[in-house]
């Protein structure tokens, strides 16, 4: 693996002041965590994306951090600070997603760091008493044995606690990312403003340089994604985008506006922004690579802030169950969700309820499911996280069950009374 010297070389100056085998991530001792940031500097790409692989495999696995998240934090954040740095976007990508997770645990909304502030109450001493690499009697199963044994509150201060800890390392770089604002580059444009989205404590510098970068896109439709994400997360920190981007010539423009729009003004939204998405949201215009929101499910989240903010949940919902039929993959996910929620308002169902026995908006909601086997597919194959949505909601969990109970061949939700498997 080669590295360059020069200016990145100081980057990593400190990295061996960190006792990284006294601390853990997902697989054990950090040890690993540092030849792997080094990486992230290579000049082989290939070496760089088998860097941030493994990162997100360790200090960032399936979502959850870990003690050694924070102290890489720091690292990651001169990196990306560094104009000699490659793959500086990824790098922001990287550090948004140990900030917060996964966003559609928190769309249409921000982070509520101050609840997990809260939550976090005490963790820094039961992450004290933890046992750690190098102590005496420490093994393999150490720190499952001390979880194991705390409470199921303690648990959650010191999960809290190590996930706060990430936060706040990431928070350190907001100055950046604002400045990063400004940068020619439409991708870490792009990248700054999804990451300020998630710094409340932050709205009242962040807001303005987000609507000011939606503005400046330098007759540049490279830079249209950047805006649109801008107006974004201006609008998550309750900054209104300009009225006039409602009927910007660019539709994700549009979008991007009416969902900051309806996220600041809520039922109140002006008539033209709550029409802008229920056309996204019972559209055939499902997705756009260039908005980091929701992986770009643009129909998905125009669906999550009607149903927080439009005024009219009939329209909300025939915009929802007209998007259903061009929906799959991960981008049916939220589409379904918001339809599950509003017609049925108490999840899962009972168990035995038939269909003749639903209302009429339960029974259109479940027609247009059993018409719509696209929606029920990742690719070619059954999408295994949205039949598990659906069982999850006491609901037959395939689209052949779902057919069969619409059809009367079931008589209660995924339990036939004929043939039908």
């Known amino acids: 693996m080669s590295h360059p010297g020069g200016r990145l070389a100081v980057v990593f100056e400190r990295l061996d002041d960190v006792d990284w085998a006294g601390i853990t991530h997902a697989y054990g001792p950090a040890a690993d965590v540092p030849d792997q940031l080094r990486g992230l500097a290579s000049t082989d790409p290939e070496a760089r994306r088998k860097a941030r692989h493994a990162l997100y495999g360790n200090i960032f696995h399936q979502g959850t951090r870990y003690e050694a998240t924070a102290y890489a934090v720091p690292f990651l954040l001169e990196l990306a600070a560094d104009t000699a740095a490659p793959d500086r976007a990824e790098l922001l990508a990287l550090l948004t997603s140990i900030a917060v997770g996964y966003d559609e645990s928190w769309l249409p909304g921000t982070f509520p ?8 109450a005490g963790g820094v001493e039961l992450l004290a008493a933890a046992p750690h690499p190098g102590d005496l009697d420490y093994d393999d199963e150490s720190e499952y044995r001390y979880t194991e044994s705390l409470s199921d509150e303690e648990q959650v201060r010191l999960f809290r606690h190590i996930e706060v800890a990430a936060y706040d390392a990431v928070r350190a770089g907001v100055p950046l990312f604002r400045e990063l604002l400004r940068s020619p580059d439409p991708e870490l444009r792009t990248q700054a403003a999804y990451a300020l989205a998630w710094f409340p404590q932050h709205a009242a510098d962040s807001g303005p340089a987000l609507l000011a970068a939606a503005q400046d896109r330098s007759g540049d439709p490279e830079l249209t994604g950047a805006a649109a994400t801008a107006l974004v997360a201006a609008g998550l920190l309750g900054h209104r985008p300009p009225e006039d981007l409602l009927a910007a010539q660019e539709p994700l423009l549009c979008w991007a506006a009416a969902v900051g729009t309806a996220c600041v003004c809520g039922a109140d939204a002006p008539v033209e922004a709550i029409d802008d998405l229920l056309s996204w949201a019972g559209g055939s215009r499902m997705g756009d690579r260039r908005m980091p929101f929701l992986s770009g499910d643009l129909a998905g989240l125009a669906g999550l802030v009607l149903e927080r903010s439009g005024p009219d949940r009939a ?77 999850d909601s006491g609901l037959p969990h395939s689209h052949v069950l779902m057919r069969a109970y619409v059809d009367g061949e079931v008589g209660e939700t995924g339990r036939p009374t004929s043939q039908a498997q």
Do not use: K
Not at 113 to 120: F, H, K, S, T, V
Not at 350 to 369: C, I, M, N, W
């Open 113 to 120: 760091i101050e609840r997990w502030r809260e939550q976090a």
């Open 315 to 391: 329209q909300i919902f025939d915009a929802l169950l007209r998007g259903i039929p061009a929906a799959d993959g991960i981008q049916a996910l939220p589409v379904v969700a918001s339809a599950l929620r509003m017609a049925f308002p108490e999840l899962p169902v009972p168990v035995g309820r038939s269909f003749a026995e639903l209302t009429p908006d339960q029974q259109r909601l479940l027609e247009v499911l059993a018409s719509s086997p696209r929606t029920w597919q990742l690719g070619e194959h059954p999408f295994g996280n949205f039949l598990l949505m659906m069982g």
